[in-house]
C-alpha cells in the first residue's frame, strides 16, 4: 500500500497558484499575464508553447465572439425579424432578428469556455512554479516526451478521463445550465415569447407556488400523486419480488431454474415493447377485455376502464409497475437473500419462530439494511419513472381541461408536455428544478447517512 | 409417529399451494409475451379483435415488414440503429471502464468532486436537458440528414462515464496488492490497467459492452426528440412507436407485434446471458 500511497499524495502538491504569485521568480509571476512564460524559460519549451497557443486562442476567440456572447447574455437579444424592401429585387427581404435561445446557449456556452480556461491557467501557473522550483533545487525537470509518457502511468487519469469529461460537459452540464437558465425567462408560448424573450428573475416561480392559479394547483396535485406513486411503485416491487424470491428460494420448492426463467423472461422484452403491449392489451376493445367477455365476466358489449377512468387509471399504472418491475426486483434480490447467513434461520427456528416471525425480524431487516442505497435509486428512478407512464396512459384520463395535466402525470410527464406539446419552456424547467430539488434533498440525506457511502469514504 | 405425519401433510400441502401460486403467478407473467408472439402470427389485421386465439396463422406480418418499405422502412430502421448501436457500444464501454478504472485504483484531486458531481447529475429528470441538447446538436450542425446518426452516438455515449458505479464497484473488489506487485515489476499504470485489471474483469466487461449495446435500441424518447421529421434516420423503436400511431395502427398492428418479436428475440438471448454476468459482476472479482 506504502508505494501506491506515496505516488497518490502527489495529487495534492505544494506547488499551489497562491505560491506560484507569491514566492515565483519573475517569469513565473508574468505567466499569470503571459501563458507559458515560465515554463518556457525554465527549460519546458514545448509545454509552455502550448499554453501560449490556448491562450491566444482563447484571446482570439473572446475578441471576435465570446464578448459579443457575454454581452447579449444580458439583454439576450432585442431585434425583432424584419421586413425590408429591395428596391433592386422588388421584393421584401426578412432581416434575421435576435433569437434568444441561441443567444442564451452561446452565453452559456462562453463562461463555461472561460471557467475551462481558468482552470488551464491555474495549471500554467503550477507547473510553471514547480519547474522553477526544480530548477532551483537543481533536481531533473521533465523534457515533454517524459511528461507525456506520465500521461500513461501516473497522471493516466488525466488521459483517460479527459474524454468523458469535454463530453459530459458539452452534453449533460451545459444542456442542464441552458435549461435552469430558462426558469428565470420568459420564454414561452404565452405572449408570443418563443423567439425573443427575457430574463424575469423568480417570477415563474412565484407563480408555481401561487396555488390560486391554475398552474400552482396543478403543481401541487401532480406533486402529490408523483409522490404517491413513486412510494407504491418502489415498495410494492420491494416487497412482491422479495416474497416471490423467497418462495423459488424455499427449500422444498421445485424446478427453481424454470420458476426463475419464467419470470426473467418478460423481463428480457425491451420495455418499451412490453408497456406498448400492455396498453394495447388493456384498451376498452383489448385482449383483455375481449378475454372477460367470452369467459363471461362482464357484460360482452361493456369493458373495464382501465384508463379512462382516473382512480382506476392511477392503480392500472401500478399494478403494470409491479409486472415489469418485479423480474429485474427478483433478480437482484436473489444474490442478497442467498447471503443471509444460514445461523440466523436456525436460531430462529430452535426458538420456535414461525414463517411469518422469521420474515419480519431477519429477512426484512437483514435486506433493508443492505439494500437501501438500492432503495433510494428505485425512489429515485420512480420519480423519474419517465417511461412507464408515458408508453402505458400518457398521463391520460385528463379531467381538468385547463390543466394540461393528466390524473396519472407526474412531474416529469407534466414537464415533456410543458415543453414539448405546450412550449412553456420556462414552466418546465421550473418544474424539472422543482424535481430535483425534491429528490435531491431526500437522496442527498439518506446517501451521506447509508453504509456503503461511509464505508467508500473510510476506503 | 402420527404428529411426524401431520406435520408431513401439511408439508405436502403448503407445496401445492406453493407451487399452484407460482404455476398463476409465471402464467400472468409470460402471457403478454406469449400474446404478442401470437399476435405476430395472426393473420386477421387490425388492432382491435373479438375472438382471443387468431383464427388463422402466417407468416405475411413478418414479410411485410421488410418488404412494405414505402410507408415505415423498417430493414432501414434495423441498420441505423445497428450502427448506432455498435459506435456508441465502443465508445461508451470505453468511457466506462476507464472511468471506473481511475476511479477505483488511483486518487487524485477530482476524485471526490466527480462522483459526488455524478450523483447529483443523476438526480436530474434525464431529458430535462434533451430540448438543449438539440439546440446544441443544431448549432453545430448534427441534425440534418445523415449526421443524425453521429449525433445519436454521441448522446448515447456521451454521459455514459456517470453511470461508472456498478464497474467501479467490481474493480474496487480487487486486491490492490495485485496493482502494487505490478508496480514494483516497473509496469505503468496504462500496462496495469490493460494487462492486469482488464484480463481479469471479464464479467462487468461484458455486462458493459451489452448494457450500451442494448441502449439504442430500446431508447426512444430521445431519438424521437432528435430525428424529428427525418423518416429515414428513425431507430426501431420510435419506428414500433409510429406502427402504433392513429393512421398506421390497423395496417400496422400485427407487423408491429413482428417487429417487437424480432427485436425482442436477440435482446433476450443477450440479456439472459448478461443475467450471469450481472450476479457475477456485482458480486465482484478476485476474491483477496
Redesign the interface.
Known sequence: ?N??NA??TK??SPYTCLAALGQGDTTTRLSAVVMGLGSICHGQVVKGILYLAAELGYLAFMVRYGLHNLAMLITLGEVEQQEVWDEAQQVYLYVQGDQS??LL??GVATLLLTLVMFLIWRGSLKSAYKAQCLQQKGSHVNTFREDL?TL???N??RL??T???F??T???????I??ICMAFTNYSKIDNHLVLFDWVGLENFAALFDSNSILGSTFWSVLVWTLVWAVFATFTNYIFGML?AL??N?K???AKGF?RF?????????????L???R??L?P???VN??LR?LGLIAPDASLPFFTDPTWARVTVIVINI?VG??YTL??LT?VLQSIPAELYEAAKVDGAGPVRTFCSITLPYMLYVTTPYLIATF?GNV?N??VI?LLSGGDPVTNLASAAGSTDL??TW??KL??DKQY?NV??VV?IM??II??VG??FS?RRSKSYKEEGG? | MKQYKSAKAIRRRNNILIHSLLAVLAAIWVFPVLWVIMTSFRAEKGSYVSTFFPKSLTLDNYIKLFTDTTILNFPQMFMNTLIIAICSCILSSFYVLSAAFCLSRMRFKMRKPYMNMAMILGLFPGFMSMIAVYFILKAIGLTEGSLIRLALILCYSGGAALSFQIAKGFFDTMPMALDEAARIDGCTRWQIFTKITLPLSKPVIVYTVLTAFIGPWVDFIFAKVICRANSDQYTVAIGLWKMLEKEYIDSWYTSFAAGAVLISIPIAILFLKLQKYYVDGMSGAVKG
Not at chain 1, 458539452?170 to 442542464?176: D, G, H, K, M, V
Not at chain 1, 419464467?262 to 412490453?274: E, G, N
Open positions: 500500500m508505494i501506491l505516488k497518490q495529487g495534492y435561445v441561441l446557449l452561446y509518457t500513461l502511468d501516473d493516466i487519469y483517460l478521463m474524454p468523458p469529461m463530453f459530459i458539452a452534453l449533460t452540464i451545459l444542456p442542464l441552458f435549461m416471490l418462495l423459488i424455499r422444498d420448492t421445485r420458476w419464467c419470470f426473467v423472461l418478460s423481463s428480457a422484452v425491451p420495455m418499451f415493447v412490453s406498448l403491449i400492455m394495447t392489451m384498451q376493445n383489448g385482449a375481449v378475454l367470452s409486472w418485479v423480474p433478480m437482484q444474490g429515485t423519474n419517465f417511461n408515458y412531474l416529469v414537464l415533456y415543453t414539448i419552456y418546465g424547467a424539472g424535481t430535483f429528490l435531491s437522496a442527498l446517501y476506503f
